[in-house]
């Protein structure tokens, strides 16, 4: 038992000889001994602490005995008290009415709470649920624990509700929606269960728990009146999109939309041909509107504007091509209305949209966004703020501007982990974003770092979108950094298990890149060109190479996984290193600022394969001098590798620099270093 207490409980026990001493020193027995021995009064206020289980208040211990009949004045309540305390079963801060009065030990309450019969159980957890109303106590908890034990499950349930509420006060999310689901749990007939399966919801989808959000959405709405049940629809299909469960979401906006007067477009075509309207519009209106409070708008346009809203973020990372058509309209909607939080959001989305661009769209986006984080500085909305910065990590990702990029997605971190409401789709986004421009920067220990521990959590969360986005392109290498190839892989195989939405869409191109860069890093470089040719058709003829970067990106992937199996057979005429040397070309025309920097360093691989050795320097110069303008530190620190420098190099970055030195440059190793 370890306590002296307990110990000289025992001593004395045996001590005592006789009947009294068991065969074997038994704890249990000896406080019941004791029990045994204490005048009335002590023994009733024993009883109940034990049943309160934790610090009582003397008032309040004095008023739950005045509810067992002829309560105690302060003299004798004081006399049995300090009875208490010297009999080791309970200890107190003093007996004045503010102080505080517990069981000695969970072990005393324990054996003290085993002796009292079921009947007066009960009555003692009515006279401290009492007592505590009489009192005023803001414990709501307790209140809860009392009048369920006094078998009023209907009181019992109000008060979860209040602790729920106190524990959302408290951004205590997890633990509010355990108290909601106790209310629910306690009376599953209370008359405003709709309001609490509600409230459950909010607090779920708040802790970032998705799917059980969008369940409990669902619930509230088969038992709400009609007109309340579209908004809850709304909701679910919003908590759906935002964990990763895109078919699911797109069939219950499939349902809510018309309601509406929305349509979601059914094909790629349609989707096209109403973008294509809608940016018109927005050209000929421009971005003019007249601020009008939420207040004073009809509630059903501020609903289409919702429900746009939410299939349009749900979409803009899965299928671009359809949320740019959603986002085009919400847009319009929003401008027409005027209201200013949904202006914002609108306007950040709209920079968004535009900066998959990239840098031909640098001062449209600018502006659009410098007018969105005004509106949303007057506002001092902490929601609409993060996501401007959101907007403006994106489109700065997009335009190659990674150490902008790096800061906004900070920014963006910060403003949702600060709001009273948690965003996990928005920090995930942001995060994704992050970790990407930490891998052009060269600075790959931040991948390694943080990645293992945010999937953990997606998956406590049961959220699919971040535990499968946080697998895939930049993030997979987490596990390279430290030569995990096989847990790479395992990671992937996870993600294309959890992952599905037929078409084309984003999730296969970063899941392309992740295959393909475990292949490179492997030396299955048979594997790893197959890859991006299969893919190839499909993601060439997608809304995907419309993204600057994302199509420099995959000509950048094509061309390294054509030149490594190039290199492993050798020949003039390889048609992989044809391949390979018409993608380099191809990266040197294109936008993005970093692109000719890879296309160089692709023909300068292409070039020592055919032993043209002082092409191959030169294009290697080339390579090396545009990734220190451009910033694009990975190829920098490459280059470094290969020349065995180990302080500017990936030494200090990963466990097998010569595998990544093969995975990013391939060919070089046909070029001696000495040579360069």
Same mark, same amino acid.
């Given at each position: 038992?370890?306590?002296?207490?307990?110990?000289?409980?025992?001593?004395?026990?045996?001590?005592?000889?006789?009947?009294?001493?068991?065969?074997?020193?038994?704890?249990?027995?000896?406080?019941?001994?004791?029990?045994?021995?204490?005048?009335?009064?002590?023994?009733?206020?024993?009883?109940?602490?034990?049943?309160?289980?934790?610090?009582?208040?003397?008032?309040?211990?004095?008023?739950?005995?005045?509810?067992?009949?002829?309560?105690?004045?302060?003299?004798?309540?004081?006399?049995?008290?300090?009875?208490?305390?010297?009999?080791?079963?309970?200890?107190?801060?003093?007996?004045?009415?503010?102080?505080?009065?517990?069981?000695?030990?969970?072990?005393?309450?324990?054996?003290?709470?085993?002796?009292?019969?079921?009947?007066?159980?009960?009555?003692?957890?009515?006279?401290?649920?009492?007592?505590?109303?009489?009192?005023?106590?803001?414990?709501?908890?307790?209140?809860?624990?009392?009048?369920?034990?006094?078998?009023?499950?209907?009181?019992?349930?109000?008060?979860?509700?209040?602790?729920?509420?106190?524990?959302?006060?408290?951004?205590?999310?997890?633990?509010?929606?355990?108290?909601?689901?106790?209310?629910?749990?306690?009376?599953?007939?209370?008359?405003?269960?709709?309001?609490?399966?509600?409230?459950?919801?909010?607090?779920?989808?708040?802790?970032?728990?998705?799917?059980?959000?969008?369940?409990?959405?669902?619930?509230?709405?088969?038992?709400?009146?009609?007109?309340?049940?579209?908004?809850?629809?709304?909701?679910?299909?919003?908590?759906?999109?935002?964990?990763?469960?895109?078919?699911?979401?797109?069939?219950?906006?499939?349902?809510?939309?018309?309601?509406?007067?929305?349509?979601?477009?059914?094909?790629?075509?349609?989707?096209?041909?109403?973008?294509?309207?809608?940016?018109?519009?927005?050209?000929?209106?421009?971005?003019?509107?007249?601020?009008?409070?939420?207040?004073?708008?009809?509630?059903?346009?501020?609903?289409?504007?919702?429900?746009?809203?939410?299939?349009?973020?749900?979409?803009?990372?899965?299928?671009?091509?359809?949320?740019?058509?959603?986002?085009?309209?919400?847009?319009?909607?929003?401008?027409?209305?005027?209201?200013?939080?949904?202006?914002?959001?609108?306007?950040?989305?709209?920079?968004?949209?535009?900066?998959?661009?990239?840098?031909?769209?640098?001062?449209?986006?600018?502006?659009?966004?410098?007018?969105?984080?005004?509106?949303?500085?007057?506002?001092?909305?902490?929601?609409?703020?993060?996501?401007?910065?959101?907007?403006?990590?994106?489109?700065?990702?997009?335009?190659?501007?990674?150490?902008?990029?790096?800061?906004?997605?900070?920014?963006?971190?910060?403003? *949702? %982990? $600060?709001?009273?409401?948690?965003? +996990? /789709?928005?920090?995930?986004? !942001?995060?994704?974003? &992050?970790?990407?421009? #930490?891998?052009?920067?060269?600075?790959?220990?931040?991948?390694?770092?943080?990645?293992?521990?945010?999937?953990?959590?997606?998956?406590?969360?049961?959220?699919?979108?971040?535990?499968?986005?946080?697998?895939?392109?930049?993030?997979?290498?987490?596990?390279?950094?430290?030569?995990?190839?096989?847990?790479?892989?395992?990671?992937?195989?996870?993600?294309?298990?959890?992952?599905?939405?037929?078409?084309?869409?984003?999730?296969?191109?970063?899941?392309?890149?992740?295959?393909?860069?475990?292949?490179?890093?492997?030396?299955?470089?048979?594997?790893?060109?197959?890859?991006?040719?299969?893919?190839?058709?499909?993601?060439?003829?997608?809304?995907?190479?419309? *993204? %600057? $970067?994302?199509?420099?990106?995959? +000509? /950048?992937?094509?061309?390294? !996984?054509?030149?490594? &199996?190039?290199?492993? #057979?050798?020949?003039?005429?390889?048609?992989?290193?044809?391949?390979?040397?018409?993608?380099?070309?191809?990266?040197?025309?294109?936008?993005?600022?970093?692109?000719?920097?890879?296309?160089?360093?692709?023909?300068?691989?292409?070039?020592?394969?055919?032993?043209?050795?002082?092409?191959?320097?030169?294009?290697?110069?080339?390579?090396?001098?545009?990734?220190?303008?451009?910033?694009?530190?990975?190829?920098?620190?490459?280059?470094?590798?290969?020349?065995?420098?180990?302080?500017?190099?990936?030494?200090?970055?990963?466990?097998?620099?010569?595998?990544?030195?093969?995975?990013?440059?391939?060919?070089?190793?046909?070029?001696?270093?000495?040579?360069?």
């Amino acid at each position: 038992l370890g306590h002296p207490l307990f110990i000289g409980a025992l001593a004395r026990q045996v001590a005592a000889g006789g009947d009294r001493a068991p065969h074997r020193p038994d704890l249990e027995a000896a406080i019941g001994a004791r029990m045994d021995e204490l005048p009335p009064l002590a023994r009733a206020a024993a009883e109940l602490l034990a049943v309160f289980q934790g610090p009582l208040v003397t008032a309040v211990l004095q008023s739950a005995l005045s509810s067992n009949g002829g309560g105690p004045r302060w003299p004798e309540l004081a006399h049995a008290i300090a009875r208490l305390t010297v009999e080791n079963l309970a200890r107190a801060d003093g007996v004045r009415a503010n102080d505080t009065i517990d069981c000695f030990h969970s072990r005393v309450a324990s054996a003290i709470s085993a002796r009292i019969p079921a009947a007066r159980r009960r009555e003692h957890h009515r006279a401290l649920a009492r007592a505590l109303e009489l009192h005023h106590s803001q414990d709501f908890e307790s209140m809860t624990d009392h009048w369920a034990g006094a078998s009023d499950r209907v009181r019992a349930a109000a008060y979860a509700v209040q602790a729920a509420e106190r524990a959302e006060d408290s951004l205590a999310f997890e633990h509010a929606a355990r108290l909601y689901r106790r209310s629910l749990d306690l009376c599953p007939t209370q008359s405003g269960r709709v309001n609490v399966e509600t409230r459950l919801a909010a607090a779920l989808g708040h802790a970032g728990r998705g799917r059980d959000a969008a369940d409990a959405y669902l619930s509230a709405a088969s038992l709400a009146p009609p007109e309340q049940q579209l908004e809850l629809h709304r909701h679910a299909a919003d908590q759906l999109f935002r964990s990763g469960y895109i078919s699911d979401a797109l069939r219950l906006s499939e349902r809510v939309l018309p309601s509406l007067g929305l349509l979601l477009p059914k094909s790629p075509r349609e989707a096209l041909a109403s973008l294509a309207v809608r940016r018109l519009a927005i050209r000929l209106r421009g971005i003019r509107f007249t601020r009008r409070a939420a207040a004073s708008v009809p509630p059903a346009e501020l609903a289409r504007i919702d429900a746009a809203w939410t299939v349009q973020v749900g979409l803009s990372t899965v299928d671009n091509l359809r949320a740019a058509s959603i986002q085009s309209g919400c847009l319009l909607m929003a401008l027409r209305v005027g209201e200013p939080f949904r202006v914002v959001r609108a306007l950040a989305s709209e920079a968004a949209y535009i900066g998959t661009k990239g840098v031909a769209t640098r001062a449209r986006v600018d502006r659009l966004l410098a007018l969105a984080q005004n509106l949303a500085t007057e506002l001092a909305d902490p929601y609409a703020l993060g996501f401007v910065h959101l907007a403006r990590c994106f489109a700065f990702y997009m335009r190659s501007d990674f150490a902008a990029a790096r800061s906004a997605g900070n920014a963006a971190e910060a403003a *949702f %982990e $600060r709001r009273p409401v948690m965003a +996990f /789709w928005e920090l995930t986004s !942001a995060r994704m974003l &992050s970790i990407g421009s #930490h891998f052009y920067d060269g600075d790959l220990r931040v991948i390694r770092r943080r990645i293992p521990e945010l999937i953990r959590d997606a998956q406590r969360r049961g959220d699919v979108y971040a535990a499968t986005c946080l697998r895939l392109g930049a993030c997979n290498l987490a596990w390279l950094i430290g030569d995990e190839s096989a847990e790479a892989r395992r990671q992937l195989r996870a993600a294309n298990d959890d992952w599905y939405y037929d078409g084309v869409h984003l999730q296969q191109c970063w899941s392309l890149s992740a295959w393909v860069h475990v292949d490179l890093y492997d030396g299955d470089v048979v594997q790893a060109y197959a890859r991006v040719r299969e893919a190839w058709h499909p993601l060439e003829h997608s809304f995907i190479m419309r *993204f %600057e $970067r994302l199509r420099s990106e995959l +000509f /950048w992937l094509r061309a390294r !996984a054509a030149l490594a &199996s190039a290199e492993r #057979h050798p020949r003039h005429d390889s048609p992989a290193l044809a391949d390979a040397e018409y993608w380099g070309t191809r990266l040197l025309g294109e936008s993005a600022p970093w692109a000719p920097s890879a296309g160089h360093l692709v023909l300068a691989g292409a070039h020592a394969l055919r032993g043209s050795h002082a092409p191959a320097r030169e294009s290697l110069r080339r390579a090396v001098s545009l990734a220190s303008t451009t910033g694009i530190e990975i190829i920098a620190r490459t280059h470094a590798q290969w020349l065995g420098d180990e302080v500017h190099g990936l030494s200090a970055e990963v466990a097998r620099p010569e595998r990544w030195v093969q995975m990013i440059a391939p060919g070089l190793a046909q070029l001696r270093p000495s040579t360069v």
